[in-house]
């Protein structure tokens, strides 16, 4: 193993945070109060831990720590809540209680009902095989309550098969759940089955099926049910008809959500009347889509993961990106691209940043090419539904590019690749030439042109500096930065000045002897002989509490420590700290809304998968990078896998050595990067690659 012959790995398995919010008793009400203390696991990291067993061992010790201790059904009726409240980690907790107490009390029915939650739970958070596999245990058991889990539990293998484009196997689940629901159920089972048919192609089937539907109860789900009518008049070649329905939606708002079905109404409008050949009043439809877009903030919309629509309104989007490109409005398609991105967190920024003149919620091509230098090239890259699109801008040109990947195949090659780096294979230079050319290979980069890359969809996940151009690797030739989108970028850089050389680091937090990372410890205090203003924080001082009272006191924070993603919900990522009084501690990405950051520039977490999230609606990543941009840092080092004790040191120190001397950041990365890759024995990406810098690549640092 690389990491046998290297060092430790800045990764921890044996810690997962339980604690869960105390929760108000009853059928659905949720009240959230105090963090019940935290409890130590053995065992994997976290997303090797929700398993079945795992996650009836969490909930075991979650329920011992509960203050007030409920019912298991109870804490199922908990589970959905918090499920379709979008607080999905809370939600996977709720439900492992309810597994430990159908074990301990030998209740099948309620651990079918537990194993139902938990499928429910992954299906909302985009986990297939896992809502598989839970569903698929809740089948196994013959409860008291059968129309209670048969129906939800097939409903949810229906989901997941149609998220999967298993259009016909989702009409089996489907119907299968509709033979198996109580009453109440029911409808929602028939408009998802009506959504899978339209989908499969079987219209007459789902004519019949929805011209019998009967409305639901919850008002809520009557949008939906009217988009379903329209698309299948769209399916049947009813685009008049189609068109006129929407119309009717636009004519006749109802509901707190009214704005949001307006804007799919525009959308439905736009492909009515692009089926009737009108390409002006597509594009009209198109705009009123995405003005609509701007005034409508993403949530969590459980009812449309209940109706089995799962609407995303990067489709909105990702529409008019097509069309726009395919007109040959190459302008128009990159504007709308950027529009796209980073909502929530372009306001964040907004509020504390100077931002350029005029700019308001997206970035012009004037706006950007007034800001790049002479060696700065802006990629980016939007992944439509069959191809990929590059721009590559420039102080002078704009250059678009059509690329024959489709988002789904995307998304397999980046997995593969970032597996394959990851894992330390030595073959992976082929495939990383193979990748570098198909993705970058027709834009005509010049060595030595530093590159600001925006992501989107998979590409967030890709180690850009581990691909090859002209046989090496890109770091060689390229300084690289990541940003969320231009908009946060240009607010981001907006200062253009000289941060004070005072450090704030924490280093090897005193956890335990299996969690040593003495390289870490010998990375802080190396670092801090390079400036003469440091607060180093190390083994048992490196708390908790004294991150939350120094964290903003230096614009440089280092942190070198264990860190964990949790992809079901970012939120709930963190980095583990040293202990307090007794009890292990650590930092969730959801506490650093409520800390004032303000004093930071850079961040840099020298921890392992530091750098993963979740993308969300909007192309948002959250996760660490997206939680410290938005409380105040313009710039952030985070990884994507596992990292290697001593190479790191060497990264960093190398770094930080170039920012002392004045260097920019981000060449002061590829420097970094460098003399990892090109020390003996560390030469495989696997060493060298996982860090990526985000957000400010021009931040410098002044004597």
Known sequence: MFTEQIGLKRAFGGIACLGLALLACGATAVRANEIAPSIALGGAHL?????????????????????????????????????????????????????????????????????????????????????????????????????????????????????????????????????????????????????????????????????????????????????????????????????????????????????????????????????????????????????????????????????????????????????????????????????????????????????????????????????????????????????????????DRLQQQNLNIQAADLAGLVEAFRDAVANGRKNVEPVAAQLGEALLGKLGLEPGQRLIIVPHGPLHYLPFQALRLRDRWLIEEHPLALVPSLGVALGLIQDDRKIIPRLTAFGNPQVGAEYELPGAEREVVALGRLFPERRLFVGSAATKTAFRTSASSSPLLHLAAHAQADRLDPLHSRILLANEEGRQSFLEVRELSDMQLSGLSLVTLSACESGLGRVERGDEVQGFPRAFLAAGASAMIASLWEVPDEPTERLMTTLYGELARGVDLQRAMQAGQLAVLRHEGTRNPYFWAPFSLIGDWRLTVGN
């Open 47 to 395: 997303k090797d831990a929700d398993t079945l067993l795992g996650l009836t061992s969490e909930g075991m010790l979650l329920y011992q720590s509960d203050p007030v201790k409920l019912s298991g059904y109870q804490y199922c009726s908990q589970a959905i809540a918090l499920a379709e409240g979008g607080e999905l980690r809370l939600s996977v907790r709720a439900a492992g209680k309810a597994l430990h107490l159908g074990r301990e009390n030998q209740d099948p029915n309620l651990q079918a009902m537990a194993a139902r939650d938990l499928a429910i739970a992954f299906s909302y958070a985009g986990q297939l095989d896992k809502a598989e596999l839970f569903a698929n245990e809740a089948l196994r058991y013959q409860g008291e309550s059968p129309e209670k889990v048969l129906g939800p539990a097939y409903k949810t293998l229906g989901d997941v098969a149609a998220r999967r484009g298993e259009h016909q196997v989702a009409v089996r689940h489907y119907k299968t759940a509709l033979a198996n629901a109580s009453p109440r159920y029911a409808p929602l089972i028939q408009a998802s089955l009506t959504n899978a048919m339209i989908d499969a192609g079987e219209l007459p089937r789902a004519r019949q099926i929805l011209d019998n539907l009967h409305l639901p109860d919850d008002v809520a789900l009557v949008p939906l049910l009217q988009r379903i009518r329209a698309r299948l008049l769209l399916a049947e070649q009813r685009p008049r008809e189609a068109a006129a329905l929407y119309r009717q939606v636009l004519a006749s708002p109802q509901g707190s959500d009214s704005r949001y079905e307006q804007v799919w109404a525009w959308d439905g409008l736009a492909r009515s009347e692009a089926a009737l050949g009108n390409a002006d009043a597509v594009a009209d439809a198109l705009r009123q889509a995405l003005d609509g877009l701007d005034q409508v903030r993403a949530r969590f919309r459980s009812e449309e993961f209940k109706m089995g629509l799962f609407s995303d309104v990067q489709q909105i989007f990702e529409h008019a990106v097509d069309f726009h490109s395919a007109r040959g409005d190459e302008v128009e398609a990159f504007e709308i691209s950027e529009r796209s991105r980073a909502r929530s967190l372009l306001d964040a920024v907004r509020e504390r940043a100077r931002l350029p003149g005029g700019l308001t919620d997206s970035v012009g091509i004037s706006q950007l090419q007034a800001s790049l230098s002479a060696d700065e090239r802006v990629v980016q890259f939007h992944a439509l539904p069959k191809r990929l699109l590059v721009w590559v801008v420039g102080p």
